[in-house]
């Protein structure tokens, strides 16, 4: 399984903030030991360390949507995928990654796209154009995400270990 941060209203944007969050995502390394990913936007930081299962070449994430409007993170695989991106048609898909369909779906769906995932799965997805975000998992609950609140009282933390 992957690891994945995702800190969200982060009133501190230093470079060191920006490197204590690089050294908590190294802490979940041994979650995804293969590449490891960083997206920085105003105050929200994705972060994600990848095992390589579907797509290994190509699919290091965080993943966007084709103008990059839209940022997720995930841990877990997607079985419905390959159906799901044959609905999308009209997208442009940078990678084979399984995970890639969910910033897609939440282009032509909006939040609603959740109940169309058929997977293990937990996600936190950045949208940067008002940023709102979504952070959610499998119905059953197979991959982990935590939930915790900075010292600031401001900032959301969502993890996928700890």
């Given at each position: 399984?992957?690891?994945?941060?995702?800190?969200?209203?982060?009133?501190?944007?230093?470079?060191?903030?920006?490197?204590?969050?690089?050294?908590?995502?190294?802490?979940?390394?041994?979650?995804?030991?293969?590449?490891?990913?960083?997206?920085?936007?105003?105050?929200?930081?994705?972060?994600?360390?990848?095992?390589?299962?579907?797509?290994?070449?190509?699919?290091?994430?965080?993943?966007?949507?084709?103008?990059?409007?839209?940022?997720?993170?995930?841990?877990?695989?997607?079985?419905?995928?390959?159906?799901?991106?044959?609905?999308?048609?009209?997208?442009?898909?940078?990678?084979?990654?399984?995970?890639?369909?969910?910033?897609?779906?939440?282009?032509?769906?909006?939040?609603?796209?959740v109940d169309m995932l058929?997977?293990?799965?937990?996600?936190?997805?950045?949208?940067?154009?008002?940023?709102?975000?979504?952070?959610?998992?499998?119905?059953?609950?197979?991959?982990?995400?935590?939930?915790?609140?900075?010292?600031?009282?401001?900032?959301?933390?969502?993890?996928?270990?700890?």
């Amino acid at each position: 399984m992957c690891g994945i941060l995702a800190v969200l209203g982060c009133t501190d944007n230093s470079q060191a903030k920006r490197s204590r969050i690089i050294e908590l995502s190294r802490r979940l390394r041994h979650r995804g030991p293969d590449w490891s990913g960083l997206h920085c936007y105003e105050d929200c930081y994705l972060a994600h360390q990848r095992l390589a299962i579907v797509d290994p070449a190509s699919g290091d994430q965080p993943l966007y949507n084709q103008d990059k409007t839209v940022v997720v993170t995930v841990n877990g695989e997607i079985y419905n995928h390959k159906e799901l991106r044959a609905q999308l048609k009209s997208h442009t898909f940078r990678t084979g990654s399984d995970c890639e369909v969910i910033a897609h779906l939440y282009e032509e769906h909006g939040e609603d796209f959740v109940d169309m995932l058929d997977g293990m799965f937990s996600f936190v997805l950045l949208d940067t154009r008002d940023k709102s975000f979504i952070a959610a998992r499998d119905a059953i609950g197979i991959t982990p995400l935590y939930i915790g609140w900075g010292l600031d009282g401001m900032s959301d933390y969502f993890i996928s270990a700890i």
